[in-house]
């Protein structure tokens, strides 16, 4: 599938996307350089490793439009996997659920992703909602350990739904058939990730500028008002601009965007709340090296099935 | 002993340290060529390829473990991976000695200290997991006292306790398909046996250093 490469519109968006990394990581080195006293240190790094961590998506989103349909699906099905790696390593599991870790591993997780690439609608949709749903706590009830049954078996479920099923609904996009739109589909999963990330940034970037109201204080300290809706208003603005790349146009643009930063946001303060309760910072912080994806994609997976199936709803009601 | 690293020993490390993720810290001491023992938890079959894998290859070239004779030597496959493979210390670990009269478990126990003073030799390190046996993971077992008379033997040699985290998660004792979670291995501070130390105090220290270097989960 390189035929995206011949989609001018998609080019332009992606080169944009390179040219306003190539700014940010200049201003972010330059920040670093003549440290002023406003912004704190860790603001700082903050603000690139985050830029870092676009860069590195943006490699991955080059490498699964250069690998076309299946490669996407690989890279995703990986970074679903690296996800609910980092998820489990975290959230406590007892011995009895050994078993039924290995299967969602290796066997539900990896279906999820076969199903999409056979386009078997219905069984992408039902896999982890409804199979998994019924498949992990009868195989934890047959383990026999019945202690904290319930919780058990919630958050293994948990961890499937937000590293494999929600995320599984990114690369879904490229499957939609949008009359008008084929083989563009690459530009609806960038506008996704650009909008969703830009929000992420911007909100930081806003509740450290002139962020005083905190949203939620027990459980994140960086969350303020100030902060999402400046980060709201800025990222659905943008959103709005690219409409031009999108089967939308700027008034739908615009709602669309809307909705993806307000998931992100939910996908942040779910994500953060869960920390808190497991006692960490981010799930970056104790397993340094190969943490973080987490810390990234949290608000990436709340945001991708409901555009999923809004896009679907509007523009390729057939599918 | 021959010092080369065995191929089959290399690739299971890098099989290890795939499924594992395992991430290294060294808190207390940085990787060092002389004489140690590192002492650790148990708590699965993956531990001692974790441990040895962490190391530099200078060091792991010399560093034995040190694994029970009964559960190594039951099939000819344990036999070959522990005798040939990973060149481990094949000890008499108690379990049989204690049906045995008192005296005769006391000779068994001198011999074995005999068997690793002797395996440490000039140059060699070695891998010790003091519980003797795997256990669940939620605390660190009572310590045996082979470390305690190894410790007084060779004053010489440093004593680095290390902390395997989520190990018993990934390939618990009883299962045989590793889940792929991520682990942490964490290297203490070097610690000897003191004038006048008995022998219950200092393993009791040893295990407590021992579990102070984990990381993540109840303290």
């Known amino acids: ?319 | 002993m021959n010092e080369g690293i065995h191929p089959i020993a290399s690739l299971l490390a890098a099989v290890a340290r795939g499924i594992t993720g395992v991430q290294v810290q060294w808190a207390g001491c940085e990787p060092d060529e002389r004489q140690r023992i590192y002492f650790a938890n148990h708590t699965s079959h993956l531990d001692f390829v974790v441990l040895w894998s962490a190391l530099p290859s200078e060091i792991r070239a010399r560093a034995r473990p040190i694994a029970a004779k009964d559960y190594w030597e039951e099939t000819s496959v344990r036999h070959y991976l522990a005798e040939n493979v990973f060149k481990a210390v094949l000890v008499d670990r108690g379990t049989t000695a204690k049906s045995k009269s008192h005296d005769e478990a006391k000779f068994v126990g001198r011999s074995m200290i005999e068997d690793l003073t002797a395996a440490l030799g000039e140059r060699n390190s070695l891998i010790l997991f003091p519980e003797g046996t795997r256990g669940n993971g939620e605390k660190v077992g009572e310590f045996r006292g082979g470390l305690y008379h190894l410790g007084l033997r060779r004053p010489d040699v440093e004593l680095v306790p290390a902390y395997l985290e989520n190990m018993n998660r990934i390939l618990p004792k009883g299962e045989y398909l590793p889940v792929p979670m991520l682990s942490l291995l964490t290297f203490g501070k070097p610690i000897q046996v003191e004038p006048h130390e008995n022998k219950d105090g200092f393993l009791e220290r040893a295990r407590e250093a021992v579990s102070s270097l984990r990381r993540i989960g109840p303290a």
């Open chain 1, 1 to 319: 599938m390189l035929t995206a490469i011949h989609d001018p519109k998609l080019m332009w968006f992606f080169g944009g996307v390179l040219c306003l990394l190539v700014i940010l990581t200049a201003i972010g080195r330059g920040l670093k350089r003549r440290h002023n006293s406003n912004i704190s240190r860790s603001t700082i790094d903050n603000f690139n490793a985050q830029i870092a961590a676009w860069w590195k998506m943006c490699v991955v989103f080059a490498l699964s439009l250069a690998l076309g349909r299946i490669g996407s699906l690989v890279l995703f099905g990986i970074l679903s996997f690296l996800a609910l790696r980092e998820y489990l390593t975290l959230v406590p599991t007892r011995r009895g659920d050994h078993r039924t870790l290995f299967w969602s591993f290796f066997v539900i997780m990896p279906l999820q992703y076969c199903v999409l690439g056979l386009h078997w609608y219905i069984v992408f949709a039902i896999m982890i909602p409804v199979l998994a749903c019924i498949f992990i706590p009868t195989s934890i009830a047959v383990a026999g350990d019945t202690a904290h049954f319930l919780e058990r078996a919630a958050k293994i479920q948990f961890g499937l739904m937000v590293c494999g099923y929600c995320l599984s609904h990114a690369p879904a996009l490229l499957q939609l058939k949008i009359p008008g739109f084929e083989g563009h589909d690459a530009r609806l999963l960038l506008y996704l990730g650009i909008v969703d990330q830009t929000n992420d940034l911007l909100q930081y970037v806003w509740g450290k500028l002139i962020g005083k109201n905190k949203i939620a204080w027990r459980v994140s300290p960086d969350k303020t008002w100030e902060g999402f809706l400046g980060g709201l208003v800025s990222a659905t603005a943008l959103g709005t601009l690219l409409w031009w790349a999108t089967p939308f146009t700027p008034l739908q643009s615009a709602g669309m965007s809307f909705t993806i930063c307000i998931l992100g946001f939910a996908g942040g303060v779910v994500m953060s709340a869960i920390k808190r309760d497991i006692g960490i910072k981010d799930f970056g912080g104790v397993i340094e090296r190969r943490g973080g994806i987490l810390d990234r994609i949290d608000s990436l997976c709340f945001a991708a099935p409901i555009f999923f199936h809004l896009v679907r709803f509007y523009f390729a009601p057939w599918l």
